[in-house]
């Protein structure tokens, strides 16, 4: 005897809303019923990327040719 599994999807679509200045998101759920929902999360770090980071992509970018950063190498 096989069993074949078959995967149903019970989520029809997710939309995520952000803004800018804000800390928060909204994700709308609507479920393959019809039923719908939002969440509301608190992102875990408000700035995308790391202010170290940046602040040495910054500081070589100057410095570094457009291959270096991609291969490793530094100045």
């Not at 709308?28 to 969440?39: L, P, Q």
């Not at 875990?44 to 990327?49: F, G, K, L, N």
């Not at 570094?64 to 190498?73: C, I, K």
């Amino acid at each position: 005897m096989t069993l074949r599994w078959r995967q149903i999807p019970v989520c029809s679509d997710v939309t995520i809303w952000s803004e800018h200045d804000s800390d928060r998101i909204r994700v709308g759920v609507r479920w393959r019923t019809g039923a719908t929902e939002e969440i509301i999360a608190t992102r875990s770090q408000p700035d995308r990327t790391p202010a170290g980071a940046v602040e040495l992509a910054r500081r070589l970018g100057g410095v570094l040719s457009d291959e270096q950063p991609a291969d490793g190498d530094s100045a």
